[in-house]
């Protein structure tokens, strides 16, 4: 049965992992930070995403199966991270640069992945106890909340690389995104699915590569601005 106290401990096992990896991507931004109220804009609004994401996914089950759901299940999660952010805080004035994008993006995915990691930990710590959890908790955290952080990442990766361009080459750009957000999430899911505990590890390894090259990605990101500003001098 669950209680106060477990739904307690199942939201903290979700959301301080999430603010830690949080704190830890916006310190990649330090020296021009985002308003912190959009930032928890960002977040609240992944965690909104939720109540809409899973019906749906639980719908698609009812008529798909095999890889066509694993697909339509990623892309329903991509999807949706990407409208939220677009709609909440995408499109204000406070993105004036084009790292602004990815910190959004990857704001919205921690929030998703805070509510996501809280409602998978409410039945190990039910029926399997606090330890449990505890394991449960920490699998997600060095692998599935870095895979929501990844994909939704690679969506704001594009729009960055789009922030001085047309708006037509904007919308193919950021299309771009996230079909590969799509791809990257799928192949994770299908190979999780598919796994025994060895390969688990080597897909976790691939996520960790990801992050490393996002990490990468990320500075060259930080110069965009003064690419930027000088087409636009010369415009």
Request: positive net charge; hydrophobic residues 55%; contains cysteine.
């Amino acid at each position: 049965m669950i209680n106060g106290e477990t739904i307690l401990f199942a939201a903290l096992g979700g959301m301080l992992p999430a603010l830690l990896w949080l704190w830890f991507w916006l310190f990649e931004d330090k020296k021009h930070p985002e308003p912190k109220r959009l930032i928890f804009l960002a977040f609240f609004m992944g965690m909104l995403t939720i109540p809409f994401v899973v019906p749906l996914q639980k719908y698609a089950q009812t008529f798909l199966f095999g890889t066509a759901l694993i697909v339509t299940w990623a892309a329903i999660e991509e999807l949706f991270k990407y409208f939220f952010a677009y709609f909440s805080v995408l499109r204000r004035r406070e993105v004036d640069e084009p790292i602004d994008a990815v910190i959004y993006m990857i704001s919205v995915a921690l929030g998703f992945a805070a509510l996501e990691n809280a409602l998978f930990l409410l039945d190990p710590i039910t029926n399997g106890g606090f330890v449990e959890g505890i394991l449960t908790g920490n699998f997600r955290f060095f692998g599935a909340t870095l895979l929501h952080t990844l994909s939704s990442a690679t969506v704001g990766v594009f729009i960055a690389l789009g922030f001085c361009k047309s708006r037509a080459t904007k919308r193919l750009l950021t299309a771009i995104g996230i079909i590969l957000a799509i791809s990257l999430h799928t192949l994770f899911n299908f190979f999780i699915i598919r796994s025994n505990g060895t390969d688990i590890l080597v897909v976790f390894g691939f996520v960790w590569v990801g992050i490393i090259a996002l990490l990468l990605m990320l500075e060259r990101i930080k110069n965009f601005k003064n690419v930027c500003l000088e087409f636009f001098k010369r415009k």
